[in-house]
């Protein structure tokens, strides 16, 4: 009698933990994006996804794309975009859905670099721009190395900037894994047990109730000050505007479906791509960056021997924050040459 009762409690133990949170009001968290867009702000539609861009500047200035990395928005340009559109460039940032003031949700948000490419070339389109200086950062510098070999008649120019590129005929990285498949892929590269299981409704609401509890704005800062060199570099001020995405309605989920959604293999990116592109090139690295070493900076510069090579001492992935007038006196005078 003693042992039913004890199985009849693991059973309603069990029950509670697995559905219990399905009973559980989950009301929607965050604002409007548009209550958080700057004053010059817009909003496209680009393959039906509501789409973020800052674009300042002349409008017959030279196009210049500027792509943000994983996880980051248009405030990641907040050194450059205004110095470009001085200078007589047309400057246009925009964020990648699901980042950023962008759609957080959707069937087509793009994930792999080939769908990345394709979706820029459609907000080029949306734009009315044609031709452009592309300019990429982490993840963003993988996207337009895609763009660069599948769009060669739009490209005027590629900047990799700390660029997540890798050959996918390159043997893998000396290392515990290819690092193709975590941050040089841009991508979370969940084990396919977990996203199993994070596709089981009662774990799908425990993650997501997780998510709202964990994934603070202070936990978020801590993880990206990592990117830097010198974590100083992140004030209030920068923690305050990359926060500003998780205000924004459906963050978690857009993070939620990251962590569930097995990320699509992109189409292949082979070295002899690589080289072949033939629009001027410059790679900006950190001498220290952590999140995509050096080492792939270097390998993209045997493949592009002509391209500028810019290495700053003292910088992680983000030179372009961490050294910002040094970034723009390279990427002014590199754009000069295009033009």
Do not use: C
């Not at 792999?112 to 044609?130: H, N, P, S, V, W």
């Amino acid at each position: 009698m003693r042992t039913r009762r004890i199985i009849r409690l693991v059973v309603i133990i069990l029950l509670v933990i697995l559905f219990g949170p399905l009973l559980l009001p989950l009301p929607p968290v965050g604002v409007d994006a548009a209550t958080l867009a700057d004053p010059d702000g817009q909003f496209i539609t680009v393959n039906g996804l509501s789409t973020y861009v800052l674009a300042r500047g002349p409008e017959d200035g030279m196009p210049v794309m500027l792509l943000h990395g994983w996880g980051a928005s248009t405030f990641t340009w907040r050194e450059q975009i205004d110095v470009l559109a001085e200078a007589g460039y047309r400057a246009i940032a925009f964020d990648r859905p699901p980042y950023g003031l962008s759609s957080k949700t959707g069937d087509n948000i793009p994930a792999a670099g080939d769908q990345l490419a394709d979706f820029t070339a459609a907000t080029m389109d949306a734009l009315g721009i044609a031709r452009a200086v592309m300019v990429g950062q982490s993840q963003g510098g993988g996207v337009v190395g895609y763009f660069a070999v599948m769009y060669p008649e739009r490209t005027a120019g590629v900047v990799f900037v700390s660029g997540a590129l890798r050959p996918t005929d390159d043997p893998p990285a000396p290392s515990s894994g290819d690092t193709r498949d975590s941050r040089v892929g841009g991508a979370l590269g969940m084990p396919p047990f977990v996203i199993g299981l994070l596709n089981f409704p009662p774990v799908t609401r425990w993650a997501q109730i997780g998510i709202r509890a964990f994934v603070t704005p202070d936990f978020s800062t801590q993880i990206l000050s990592s990117a830097y060199h010198d974590p100083a570099m992140m004030t209030p001020e920068v923690a305050i505007g990359y926060q500003k995405q998780l205000q924004v309605l459906g963050w978690d989920e857009a993070l939620l479906n990251q962590l569930r959604v097995a990320p699509p293999t992109p189409q292949p990116l082979t070295a002899a791509q690589i080289s072949g592109i033939a629009a001027p090139v410059m790679i900006v690295w950190g001498e220290n960056d952590t999140w995509v070493p050096l080492s792939v900076g270097e390998r993209l510069r045997e493949l592009l021997p002509a391209a500028a090579w810019h290495v700053y001492p003292n910088v992680g992935h983000l030179p372009h924050e961490e050294q910002p007038a040094s970034f723009n006196t390279d990427l002014l005078a590199f754009l000069e040459g295009v033009a």
